[in-house]
């Protein structure tokens, strides 16, 4: 996976290529960008992530790049982090601001498929906010939005989130989503100072303040639509169950030829609560639901 769009400070990154392996500046970013708004972006996803680069022996691994180093974890988050090492302040990439912070001074809050979201707190010497835990928090794009009361301008300073402001993320949410891109949300807040001690449970909370949006493209392999087709030739009725936004369900659909023109696309949300309130609408609907998106384990359950 790549990340192919940003939008940050309320500004939508210019294009580049990201099949290249230089650095880009802020201003190659985009010229009205600071490096304030940008570092926290940065940071944010740095700390905020289980993926990591190990070292190897190229002999025994061939996809080892040039520095011996192979990729594992999350893919979404790989994407994510292979950005951050091309931003040409971050000296030593997402590593060197993993290691700016001991061990014991961070602690991480795992993904949750109900949640969908996940929350790093770091005790960090940050260059704005001073010696403070900080809250990062990243996940599905829509529900990180509808839990921050401001945003992250273009030249670091915070402001009220407006009816406005969240229309305005909104539309960019579902233009990514519209290009069949994964669309992530990134959030945080000053927790506390440096002293505060880590709660047992994810600190999620409706105060956070809103960063910006990363689009993550995760290309259909050519294989894909061939497979769809061969199986629904046979009568096997093939169905997308995914965590992803209704939009970018629907487009990756398309692009796989599993939504058909009479097919129903849902959200997992509404989908448990038509089980609940109305069986035998659900019962109706059932055969026709084609996309499941935004859905959680007990949803596929329901769903076979």
């Known amino acids: 996976m790549t990340l192919v769009k940003a939008h940050i400070g309320k500004l939508e990154l210019h ?5 290249a392996k230089g650095a880009l500046s802020q201003k190659e970013l985009h010229s009205e960008l600071s490096e304030k708004t940008l570092q926290l972006f940065v940071d944010s996803v740095s700390f ?21 180093k192979i990729w594992i974890g999350n893919k979404t988050e790989r994407g994510i982090l292979k950005w951050v090492n091309r931003i040409r302040f971050t000296e030593g990439g997402f590593q060197a601001i993993r290691d700016s912070v001991q061990e014991d001074h961070q602690m991480m809050y795992p993904f949750q498929s109900k949640k969908k979201c996940m929350t790093v707190l770091i005790k960090q010497q940050h260059p704005t906010y001073g010696n403070m835990t900080m809250q990062y928090t990243k996940g599905a794009s829509e529900i990180i939005l509808d ?6 301008d273009c030249h670091g300073n915070e402001r009220e989130m407006t009816s406005s402001d969240k229309a305005h993320f909104t539309q960019v949410i579902n233009e990514y989503a519209d290009q069949a ?5 990134v959030g945080f807040r000053v927790f506390g100072d440096f002293s505060a001690k880590f709660p047992e449970n994810d600190p999620m909370t409706n105060d956070l303040v809103f960063l910006g949006i990363a689009g993550i493209e995760d290309p259909v392999r050519d294989e894909v639509p061939n497979a769809v087709r061969t199986c629904q030739n046979a009568g096997v009725t093939v169905r997308m169950c995914t965590g992803d936004n209704i939009h970018t369900a629907k487009a990756i659909a398309k692009k796989c030829g599993l939504l058909t023109p009479d097919g129903v696309a849902m959200e997992g949300p509404k989908f448990r609560k038509l089980f609940c309130d109305d069986e035998s609408e659900f019962m109706r609907i059932l055969p026709s639901i084609q996309v499941l998106a935004r859905c959680s384990p007990l949803d596929k359950q329901l769903l076979v």
């Open 181 to 185: 891109y994964r669309t992530i949300g």
């Open 15 to 19: 294009d580049y290529d990201h099949n």
């Open 48 to 68: 905020n992530s289980s993926a990591k680069q190990i070292k190897v022996d190229p002999a025994k691994v061939p996809e080892a790049d040039e520095n011996g």
């Open 147 to 152: 839990h921050c009361q401001a945003f992250i």
